[in-house]
């Protein structure tokens, strides 16, 4: 079964550095999404990306934040200058029937 | 803004009981979905639900969709510890899912 795949699963790094989280997801799917949730607090709406563009965005997702899909199959979201509280579970997800989501990455910021 | 609001956001349960958890959207829509999440993990897809009066069964769990009244409801028969666990409802409006707060429950025995 397809299933959308998200590298790395933990990573760690200092305020003010840039992370690039990535997700590959499901082949045939053509709305991805980027969510993120707090430990212990409920999914937040990142972004949506549809056909190479973002489609909609949350106040969250402010200028430190950007998403691409630079080769067709990968689907990235990189935040600029880290902070403390962008600590979080970060889940991509590809909508077909339903919506599947990726295993996640918990970026921990120092 | 669409708003999800679910209820409880606490559930604690003995095995074998039944109970249902509520899942209240502020504005019209004809879809929703409902995720299990285990600690430290990522959400699992438990029910679509497209139309109003859809009703889905899967082992003790049954969901079921007003939207006329804008609620969904998760039905949980007969309780048993496997199904320990947060429990998220997603409302999908324009191009983003609204997901309520989640009902962590607990079943003891």
């Known amino acids: 079964e397809p299933e959308v795949t998200q590298t790395p699963s933990h990573q760690v790094t200092q305020m003010g550095q840039e992370v690039i989280l990535r997700c590959v997801p499901i082949s045939n799917h053509l709305y991805f999404y980027w969510y993120r949730q707090i430990l212990g607090q409920k999914v937040e709406f990142l972004v949506s990306f549809y056909n190479n563009e973002i489609s909609e965005k949350s106040e969250i997702f402010d200028d430190q934040f950007s998403v691409e899909r630079p080769d067709g199959s990968n689907f990235t979201l990189k935040i600029r200058s880290t902070k403390l509280e962008d600590s979080a579970m970060y889940f991509c997800?590809?909508?077909?029937?339903?919506?599947?989501f990726g295993p996640g990455t918990r970026l921990t910021v120092t | 803004e669409l708003k999800v609001e679910q209820n409880p956001l606490f559930l604690s349960m003995q095995e074998g009981k039944n109970y249902t958890i509520y899942c209240n959207y502020s504005?019209?829509?004809?879809?929703l979905y409902w995720y299990r999440q285990d600690p430290g993990k990522s959400l699992e897809s438990l029910f679509v639900l497209l139309s109003n009066g859809a009703v889905k069964q899967e082992g003790r769990l049954m969901a079921s969709l007003d939207t006329k009244a804008r609620l969904s409801t998760l039905h949980i028969t007969a309780a048993v510890h496997d199904l320990s666990a947060t429990y998220f409802c997603a409302v999908p409006g324009g191009n983003q899912f609204y997901f309520g707060t989640g009902t962590s429950l607990t079943v003891i025995p």
């Open positions: 504005t019209t829509s004809d879809r």
């Open positions: 997800a590809s909508l077909g029937r339903e919506q599947y």
